[in-house]
């Protein structure tokens, strides 16, 4: 049966598979759009598993923000290169693994991976091997934060590389956006541990003391 354009463009549409991919499925189940999405599917759970050893150290981070601006969500998806952190397909992944953070809370990545990939009838752990095979690296949800309480403000960094999500308590009617900006960025510039001194143990600020006069003693005049 000749496959044509057309169907290698609804399946690519269906599944984000690559067009190679779409020709070869079509082909193998006579052009049975149905069979070829199931053998695409099945294809991608073979792909998933022979990259599954890979590292996965580059990656982003999306920010998804609630239409009334208080609840927001940020998720860390790691991939195997720069290059691919850096396509419109794994970005487009990354932002939906996000809305379904700031749509379902779940309590982990596990229950995440359960919860319902937008505009799809899978889950996200079913949806995974698929978005493997189409974009051709190991993926990793490795973690998220939401918050909808108080005021919240994001600051996302060179296109997703770090982000921070400040949670703010503010008393009275007071704009806090631009104070959370603030302290956002100096997050993400310091990465700091704390929040306060009181959040420290008397050994983590004995070490900080410790550490501090050696600095001192050891500058030169």
């Known amino acids: 049966m000749a496959i044509t ?29 149905a069979e070829a999405v199931k053998y695409l599917r099945e294809k991608g759970l073979a792909v998933a598993a022979k990259r599954v050893d890979k590292e996965s150290k580059q ?12 609840s927001m969500a940020l998720a860390e998806v790691n991939c195997e290169t720069d290059f691919c952190a850096k396509s419109e397909l ?10 379904v953070v700031l749509k379902d809370n779940p309590a982990d990545v596990e229950a995440l991976k359960a919860c319902k990939y937008p505009d799809s009838d899978l889950t996200v752990e079913e949806t995974l091997p698929e978005k493997v095979m189409s974009i051709g690296e190991n993926l990793q949800i490795r973690r998220f934060a939401r918050y909808d309480e108080n005021t919240s403000v994001a600051y996302v960094h060179a296109g997703g590389s770090r982000a921070v999500l400040v949670n703010l308590a503010v008393e009275g009617d007071i704009d806090a956006t631009e104070i959370g900006k603030n302290v956002a960025m100096q997050i993400a510039a310091m990465n700091p541990q704390y929040i306060s001194r009181s959040d ?17 003693l050891n500058t030169p005049e």
């Open 90 to 99: 794994f970005q487009a992944f990354v932002k939906d693994i996000c809305k």
């Open 59 to 70: 990656g982003i981070v999306a920010l998804a923000v609630a239409d009334d601006k208080k």
């Open 5 to 33: 354009i057309a169907q290698i463009k609804e399946l690519r549409e269906a599944t984000a598979a690559g067009m190679g991919a779409c020709k070869e499925a079509l082909a193998a189940t006579d052009g049975n759009m």
């Open 200 to 216: 420290m143990t008397d050994d983590e600020l004995a070490k900080l003391r410790e550490i501090t006069v050696d600095s001192a």
